[in-house]
Each structure stands twice: as structure tokens, then as C-alpha cells.
């Protein structure tokens, strides 16, 4: 049965290009997980964008003497960039800074006031004298109150991960400027979080077997403990979207509170350019959809309290039915931090590997790879260029690589590249084809449950299996003197890698598309990716889009038949050699700035 899949992925701020801790955190997991349903055959809806509108992008904006908007265009260019190379298949990758954006959080803003989820309340906020402003609280740093971390942002600790009020920093002081601070009231609106805590309570205590516990505990102890009281939603900004109240000019709507709300404009600006403006329902609205949010930990509070606090307060939107409600999020499967040859990645510091700088020098699989074979589930886990390169030829190369290459150039070579006619399989052949095939159930089951990690070691594990198989079954040795033999095994092995193309596409999309043409097959694994321009005048602007055309459902075992003709094959894969991790070592040394 058919299944509606809505995979939001966390947007990145267009103030700094994206390292692999960014990569490995949210945007290729929620890719391997698309493009899994998509081979099961779901109705995948996977949504993102720019956030063109956080105080990082006017922070980068004053430190280069530029607008706002420059900034944001730049890396959001750059974005689009790095997923293109990368592969991400988003049916929509859009941005904060869309005329349907700012409508549909205004639209929101509205119902949550109407429904009485919001409130006024005069606050102190930090004000520079000699920037004759008030500050966002991302212009702030100081000690935690919390854990005492010496360098906490205004709004959250990056040390514990808490969600924090500037006012209450211990030593706080400006981020630029330098000048003095003072505590000054300026009006805002609140989420009333503390009313819509019963409703959370019973959101999170409810059908959440499936969450990871990194995600539900601290979420549900938001909840339980009482801490939850009102957020203001405003914010004393110009840039960003105006609070749609008359007189309240010169306040924007705080960003955290409009830019989880992408997921649900980028779902209906898709459904416009689809040529049907209701279909975004289809996943916000349908109870038997499943919605998937694909974060890094230090958004989990925003996620899985405050998103869902949001969603329940406005209750439906663009919904005549009152029976109707958005739908919640049915799983936010964060992932926790990667770190860099023993320590924290530093965007500041330059400690890190950036997207678009390694796949300058490393193909896309190969970074896929690696990513998801050390992708942080359930612990910080580390980036070390030499297990780059091992298990880039140990594994990538050696176990599955060298397998494909060597039995397609072996029929090439003997049969023409002709599937041969395998007569009846003996024992050894079915045994090692039913193998694969349970493959697709196990490893299936691993990626429904987002954990990818153990996905791919299964299927590499069963690609282990055809090797030892090959080791055990008559074909190099006999070609001679019993080519009916060889055939068979070399026809085994050939539905074996098939199958295997198969499990493997989530994470290595481009080899697989690759192996896919080789194996004879005329329509494409998946779609294809594209870049586009949508709006007009000011509001123009480029986003990825996904055309699912030519694929179709494959999530199942090969059905290669005995004398399809096969495309001349090349190598998937190329061995690194040893002294690339070293290389990168320096490079990486050579370039970073000590802690401050």
C-alpha cells in the first residue's frame, strides 16, 4: 500500500558554507531516506530551503559591510551548488525569503492570535547606545547560566544545547561593537507555551516507541517538568518578516518561529508548481501521513516541542473542515555531532571539511560512503581522514567495487557481455540469491526505522557473501573445461549485484544510476534533479526540484533474465592511496585558527 512520506529537512542560515558535521547531521540522511521510499514506491514529499532570515545572516552582513540580502543570495547559491553535486533530491529546495513564506507565517502568526495562543508582554532586552538599537539575541554572547560554558549564544547554549534568555547570561557582551549594554523594555508577542503544554504532554507521552531516546527524553522532560512558559515570537529587526499587526512596525517575527514553518510553506509552493495548489494536503492533513524531520541534536527543542506547540495552536490552516488538523511530526530522528581528527568542527575556526571544497577532490559516493558509515545515530561519533581512505579501499573499493567490476568485465570478456544461460541452479546459487533477497526485508526494515547506519553495513555485509560465494562456486578456474558451470555462476552473481545496485542506490545514488545502465537497464533508478526559477521581480528567486519521470518503484529482488545484453563496464570506484589522509591532515592544520 501506497504511503504519503513528508521528509523536512533542517534549513541551513546563509551565512556560512556547509561542512560535512552539517552534511551528516541533516541533509543526507533525509536523502537516503527518500530515496528509499521513493524505491519502495511512496509518495515522498521532501522539503527544505535557505533560512534567509536568521541574526548569523545580519551578524556576517555587518562584519562584511554588506546588506542582508547579498549575503543570503551568495550562499544560498552556493547551497544549491553543493546539493547538486551532492545529490540530495529535494522536490523542493526553496527559501525563507518567498512571498509565499512570508504570507503563509504571517497566515499562521494570525491563527495562532485568533486561537488565543498568543499574548503581549513589555520584556527587557538588551540595547547598544552606540548602535542606537536593540540587540537580537544572536548579537549576545556570555557565560551560561546553565553549564557555565564561557561563549553562549543569546538564544541557546552550543555547550548543553539549552534554549536560553539573553537577559540572564552571566558577563554578557556584545558580539560586534563592543559598546555598553543596557537593559531596555521593548513590546513583544509571546507563543503561550505554557498553555499549550497538556496538549504537548500528551503529543509526546503517546506512539513515540519509535523515537530515538536522545530526542524523547530531554522533550519530554520540557514538558514534564513545567519549564515550558511563553517565547516571544518578535523580534526589533528589519530584516526579516514584519509582524502582520498594525502599529508594530519595525519588529519582525522571530526566526525560530518561521522558519520551522518553511516545512509547511515549501510543502505548498511545491503543490503551486505542481499545477495543484490543494495537494500539500495530502500530507499535512491526511492522518495516515507519515512527516519525518531531519535535524542536527541542537535543534531538537525547536523540532519537538516548539514546532509541534505551533502546529497544535493554529490547528488547521487553509481548511475549510473544522474536523481537520495539521498533522504532527510522526518522527524526528536527530542525529548528534561529528567531530573532526579528535576534535569539535569549527566553522570559525576553519576546523572542518567543507561540502563543496572535498568533492573538488573526492567523488560523490565516496563521501556518501564514508558519512554514512561513521553517521552519528546515536553518539557523537569522528571524521579521521584515514579511515576515509581505508574504508574507501577496504570496503567501498575491495568489497563491492571490485565485485561488480570483476564479474561484468569476466562476462563481458567470455559471453559478450551476454547474460548467460545458467541452466538449473545447484544449492550454493540459491542459497546465496535467497540471502540477498531477505536483504531487501532487513535492510528495508533498518531504514524505515532511520537507522541507516546499520543499512548500509547489511547490505555490505551481503555483498560479502557474493564474494565469498564467487571464492567457493566454479567460474574463474573452469571456463575451460566446464563453461556451462561458470555460466551459471557468473548468472548467479550477476542477479546478486544486481539486487545489491538495488539496496545500495539510498547511499550511493550516482554508482548505482551508473551500474544500473550497465546491467542493460534502459529507465533510470531515479529521476532527475533540477534547478529552477521561480516568482517574478523581486520575489525571483532559484530552487532544486525533483522529476520522479522514467522511475518507478524497484525496492525488490532482480529479475534478470538469461541473455539480456549488458553495456561495456568501467570501474565504479577509485583507490585512494595512503598518503591522501596525510595530505589532508596538513591541509586541514594548515588552514585553522586557534580557539580564541
Request: proline share 7%; glycine share 8%; with cysteine.
Amino acid at each position: 500500500m501506497t504511503s504519503n512520506i513528508l521528509v523536512a529537512v533542517a534549513w541551513p542560515y546563509a551565512n556560512a558554507d556547509i561542512h560535512v558535521g552539517n552534511i551528516v547531521g541533516a541533509y543526507l540522511p533525509a536523502d537516503i531516506f527518500a530515496r528509499y521510499h521513493r524505491l519502495v514506491g511512496n509518495r515522498v514529499l521532501m522539503v527544505s530551503g535557505t533560512d534567509a532570515h536568521g541574526t548569523p545572516i545580519t551578524v556576517r552582513a555587518d562584519a562584511e559591510q554588506t546588506s542582508p540580502q547579498a549575503v543570503y543570495a551568495r550562499f544560498h547559491t552556493r547551497f544549491l551548488e553543493l546539493f547538486q553535486k551532492l545529490g540530495l533530491t529535494y522536490d523542493l529546495f526553496t527559501s525563507t525569503h518567498t512571498e509565499n513564506h512570508f504570507q503563509v507565517s504571517q497566515d499562521l502568526f494570525r491563527a495562532l492570535l485568533a486561537n488565543g495562543h498568543l499574548f503581549r508582554r513589555e520584556e527587557p532586552q538588551w540595547y547598544s547606545s552606540s548602535e542606537n538599537r536593540f540587540l537580537p539575541d544572536r548579537y549576545i554572547e556570555g557565560e551560561c547560566y546553565i553549564c557555565h560554558y564561557p561563549n553562549a549564544r543569546g538564544d541557546q547554549c552550543d555547550n548543553c544545547g539549552s534554549l536560553l534568555d539573553s537577559t540572564q547570561l552571566i558577563r554578557p557582551r556584545a558580539r560586534v561593537g563592543g559598546g555598553a549594554l543596557e537593559l531596555r523594555p521593548t513590546e513583544h508577542f509571546y507563543l503561550d507555551l505554557a498553555r499549550l503544554n497538556p496538549p504537548l504532554r500528551d503529543y509526546l507521552r503517546q506512539g513515540k516507541d519509535h523515537w530515538r531516546p536522545n530526542v524523547l527524553a530531554p522533550s519530554r522532560h520540557t514538558v514534564e517538568s513545567g519549564e515550558l512558559r511563553g517565547r516571544a515570537i518578535t523580534r526589533d529587526l528589519d530584516w526579516g518578516i514584519p509582524v502582520p499587526v498594525e502599529g508594530w512596525g519595525g519588529k519582525c517575527l522571530y526566526v525560530w518561529f518561521e522558519a520551522v514553518i518553511g516545512y509547511l510553506s515549501a510543502s505548498m509552493e511545491w503543490a503551486t508548481h505542481q499545477g495543484r495548489p490543494e495537494a500539500w494536503k495530502e500530507w499535512w492533513y491526511d492522518p495516515a501521513a507519515r512527516t519525518y524531520y531531519f535535524i542536527g541534536k541542537d535543534n531538537i527543542p525547536f523540532h519537538a516541542v516548539i514546532w509541534p506547540a505551533e502546529l497544535i495552536g493554529a490547528g488547521r490552516l487553509y481548511e475549510d473542515d473544522p474536523q481537520r488538523r495539521l498533522n504532527l511530526p510522526y518522527d524526528v530522528p536527530a542525529n548528534e555531532f561529528l567531530n573532526l581528527e579528535g576534535k569539535k568542527i569549527s566553522g570559525s575556526r576553519n576546523w572542518a571539511v567543507w561540502g563543496l571544497d572535498v568533492l573538488e577532490r573526492y567523488d560523490p559516493d565516496a563521501l556518501r560512503f564514508y558519512l554514512t558509515a561513521v553517521m552519528p545515530e546515536a553518539r557523537d561519533s569522528e571524521w579521521e581522514w584515514s579511515d576515509f581512505v581505508r574504508r574507501n579501499n577496504d570496503e567501498l573499493v575491495a568489497t563491492w567495487g571490485n565485485l561488480v567490476n570483476r564479474v561484468l568485465t569476466f562476462n563481458q570478456r567470455h559471453w559478450q557481455g551476454v547474460a548467460p544461460q545458467p541452466g538449473e541452479l545447484g544449492a550454493i546459487d540459491q542459497e546465496l540469491l535467497a540471502q540477498v533477497e531477505g536483504g531487501f526485508d532487513r535492510v528495508g526494515a533498518h531504514l524505515e526505522s532511520v537507522h541507516l547506519r546499520e543499512a548500509l553495513g547489511e547490505a555490505l555485509a551481503l555483498a560479502r557473501s557474493v564474494n565469498v560465494y564467487l571464492e567457493r562456486a566454479p567460474w574463474y578456474g573452469v571456463i575451460e573445461r566446464d563453461r556451462a558451470a561458470a555460466g551459471r555462476t557468473v548468472y548467479t552473481a550477476l542477479r546478486a549485484i544486481d539486487s545489491l545496485k538495488v539496496l545500495l542506490a539510498p547511499f550511493l545514488p550516482f554508482t548505482a544510476e551508473r551500474l544500473h545502465g550497465y546491467l542493460g537497464y534502459r529507465q533510470p533508478l531515479f529521476g532527475q534533479q533540477r534547478l529552477e526559477t521561480f516568482g517574478d521581480g523581486a520575489w525571483q528567486h532559484d530552487a532544486l526540484s525533483y522529476d520522479p519521470t522514467g522511475a518507478t518503484g524497484r525496492w525488490a529482488p532482480s529479475e534478470l533474465e538469461p541473455g539480456r545484453l549488458l553495456a561495456p563496464p568501467a570501474p565504479l570506484y577509485r583507490k585512494l592511496e595512503p598518503e591522501v589522509a596525510e595530505e589532508e591532515v596538513r591541509r586541514l592544520t594548515a588552514v585553522s585558527f586557534p580557539e580564541p
